[in-house]
């Protein structure tokens, strides 16, 4: 395939450093079949390269300054403060991943060489992988454990040499993860300061925990209302617990969960065009089964990237793993995929949410925005559009719509809290599990995935946090705004900007 014109040397630095993010999430296949390299020297040289030459200047547009900053900021703190390839496994893992080229960016030939380049990679990245990780905490180790066995997904036995030492690579980090899982340190816990740092450094601002924890509690409030007053619509007679437990319990079998995503997909596309709330509404969105070195979350959305050629997007989900128990398999099809949910579902990974989002950032005006993304924003716009479909009267003001919103909402506030907890020491992975069966109704490998997702990914309370600064933007712009305000006025400026740091959301209100 043609590669793009090349990066400048402040934005190369930036990639090498995050090689998955920007072969993946920008589209910058030069990447491909390369491994980052993770151990503590290549680490150490990739964090001096930082920031280009020493005669660099400034990028002209402030914000996009700004951006840049902020990312090579938190690529230091990640990194280089906190060392966190020397912690978590999950970096690795992600390195190794090659689900990557199961997208339609390039023909299957040169997809196929460049996933063989890459699994060739695997022994040298796995020898960097047991060198950095020496300071695997317990529970981590045991967290990221499924995730690595399922990178034995992407290998074929009857695949040669190359396949043959994959594998064998893939052993001797199974084996040194097992060996921190059994024997590593007893705590997981980043500490709050850490967590704060790692949040703020990626934002372009200054976290304060305390203050996002006591307004997360008072959203915990809000929503636990609204789910109940919207069950008691639904029937006035029961109890909402009673009502939401029969609303789970409707769910498609787990053979027919792919094809009705499928109807849903073509609904909320057609209905968030009809409402013109994103600037773009070329959607176009295949549903398949998650990989399984994915498999971190119930779905996932993964569109055609700001530098690759156009092609559809795919809604990737969790089916009930092979091995569960009928009772297992009953539990997160009730609690994930149940009818009630599911729309909301797709709105958030499709329409108005993540396929409409990435659609804006292949038309994103600069190198800078089309290739660095702030998570918390990404996550924070999908999460924000569950309730603007809600506020916008999707399927008629049906209360099961206000059921979804609010019961995935009170997921994704549940953890902000557990991740808050988990990193100051205040709470255990069984605490965290008992947390999400409490507020969430989450039982069996849900609520457990949702408390071990809480130490390898400690920003996953990113959702709650995005949101929060896209209703605050939202609140600034129609008092800046007055009579002008309108919805499809403030997207098309919100998404504008990219994917841009929670901190700088204030430059849409600026130029909008």
Known sequence: MTFPDPFDARLRAICDLQVPTAREGAGRH???GVLQDLSPDGVRRGLAALGGPADARPYPDPHDEA???AVEDALRVRFGELELHRVNPLWHIENLDLSGYDREYAPDAERAAARLTHLRGWPSAVDAAVEALDRVPAPLAGATLPLARGLAAFLDPRGG???AAAGQALDRLLGHLEQAAASGPASGALGEGALARLLGSAEACEVDLGGLAARAAAERDRLVVLRDESLRRIDSRAEPS???RRLQADHPAADEVLDSFEELVKEVVAWAADHRLTPYDDVEVRVRPMPASQRRALAGLSGAAPYEPDAPGHFNVSLPDTGWSATEAEQWLATGFNRTAMPNMAIHEVAPGHASHFRALRRAGSDVRRTLHSEAF???WAHYCEELALEEGFRGGDARVAVAVAVDALRRV???ACAIGLHSGEMTVAD???RFTEDVSLAGPAAQQEARRGLFDPTYGRYTWGKF???????RAREQWGGGFSLPRFHAALLGLGAPPLGLLDTALERG
């Open 161 to 163: 040499p190359v396949h």
């Open 242 to 244: 009673e009502t939401l």
């Open 414 to 416: 549940t953890r902000f």
């Open 67 to 69: 951006h840049a900053s």
């Open 432 to 434: 965290a599990a008992a």
């Open 469 to 475: 600064a896209v209703v605050d933007a939202r609140r």
């Open 30 to 32: 030069e990447y491909d």
């Open 378 to 380: 990404i996550e924070g």
